[in-house]
């Protein structure tokens, strides 16, 4: 059974990067499947960070990309996250998930608990 | 591309629940869509507009055509109560999510 586990500091200083971490188990950053990060601001409705496969095609949201870094490590079957000069909008729980391909519309099948992270001095 | 969703839905338990999610053309993309129920990780109940993953009751149903995508719940049971979320993919914005619909079994 595939298992998706996001870790990473739970408190980030404005300005900083936030940077997190989705260790996978029961199956490989390798295989065909896609990753991807989602999060949820406090009381509001989910939003797509960025889609990535390990042979290197990569989607960003166009708000996010030109502080978004989504990367994928093989040796570590880890996929990470990092977004620099953080602010409180960027205040949310933070999901990794796996996601299928264009052919099946990119829908994410399975997700990791999430991560509350939260932007404050 | 946005995806608007109504932000409630009230329904009597053993009623038909639908939810819409309206998009610019979502007859030519797939949509997905994510129940959410709270502390919990949202779980796909359909996807490719139409299709149920295993373990997902056969009450749930989607379908989708112009700009309109649809997820029924036929025989609404008080455990159906939950966010639900619709997604689709677009070449420029990637993977919007609709704002969500919370649907109050009652």
């Known amino acids: 059974q595939l298992q998706l586990q996001e870790s990473g500091p739970r408190l980030v200083r404005p300005s900083e990067t936030l940077s997190l971490t989705c260790s996978v188990s029961g199956g490989s950053v390798r295989s065909a499947f896609y990753w991807a990060w989602v999060r949820q601001p406090p009381g509001k409705g989910f939003e797509w960070i960025g889609t990535l496969h390990h042979g290197g095609d990569t989607y960003s949201n166009p708000s996010l990309k030109s502080r978004l870094l989504i990367s994928v490590d093989t040796s570590k079957n880890e996929v990470s996250l990092k977004l620099n000069s953080a602010t409180a909008a960027d205040t949310a729980l933070y999901y990794c998930?796996?996601?299928?391909?264009?052919?099946?519309?990119?829908?994410?099948?399975?997700w990791g608990q999430g991560t509350q992270v939260t932007v404050s001095s | 591309f946005d995806l608007t969703q109504s932000p409630s839905l009230f329904v009597s338990p053993g009623q038909t629940a639908t939810i819409p999610c309206s998009g610019e053309r979502l007859g030519d993309r797939y949509t997905s869509w994510y129940q959410v129920k709270p502390g919990q990780s949202p779980v796909v109940v359909i996807y490719q507009d139409s299709k149920r993953p295993s373990g997902i009751p056969e009450r749930f149903s989607g379908s989708s055509s112009g700009d309109i995508a649809s997820l029924t719940i036929y025989g609404t049971q008080a455990m159906d109560e939950a966010d639900y979320y619709c997604q689709a993919w677009d070449t420029n914005t990637g993977g919007v999510f609709g704002g969500g619909t919370k649907l109050t079994v009652l």
């Open positions: 998930a796996r996601s299928t391909d264009v052919l099946t519309g990119f829908f994410l099948d399975y």
